[in-house]
């Protein structure tokens, strides 16, 4: 059973800067789009950004200069690199990647990590 596990949460104060890192626990065939949600207190998921397999990076407008994305093909992983942090930065930040677990999978599927929390403190 595949499994993202985040790491790298933690508590900053504003203006500091963490890294999040995602990677799958077991093997899979192939990774496409991976990307990173935020879940503040209360709120709803969002999205925060996103790459493709390609490379190609989007970003929500409240994390746009602040936050950048990276991905390692061979590692099937993906990383946050979060700077310029706010307050409002605080919640869960989950990793979701589109895998197909292995050569003989019907499709690609979504997996989700557990979260892993980021605090901001003013």
């Known amino acids: 059973q595949v499994q993202l596990v985040e790491s790298g949460g933690g508590l900053a104060q504003a203006g500091g800067s963490l890294r999040l890192s995602c990677a799958p626990s077991?093997?899979?065939?192939?990774?496409?789009?991976m990307a990173w949600y935020r879940q503040a207190p209360g709120k709803q998921r969002d999205l925060v950004a996103s790459?493709?397999?390609?490379?190609?990076?989007t970003y929500a407008d409240s994390v746009k200069d602040r936050f950048t994305i990276s991905r390692d093909n061979a590692k099937n992983t993906v990383d946050l690199q979060m700077n310029s942090l706010k307050p409002e930065d605080t919640g869960v930040y989950f990793c979701?990647?589109?895998?197909?677990?292995?050569?003989?999978?019907?499709?690609?599927?979504?997996?989700w990590g557990k979260g892993t929390q980021v605090t901001v403190s003013s």
């Open positions: 979701k990647a589109q895998i197909k677990p292995a050569m003989t999978s019907y499709d690609y599927y979504d997996y």
């Open positions: 790459m493709t397999r390609e490379g190609s990076a």
């Open positions: 077991g093997s899979v065939f192939k990774v496409d789009g």
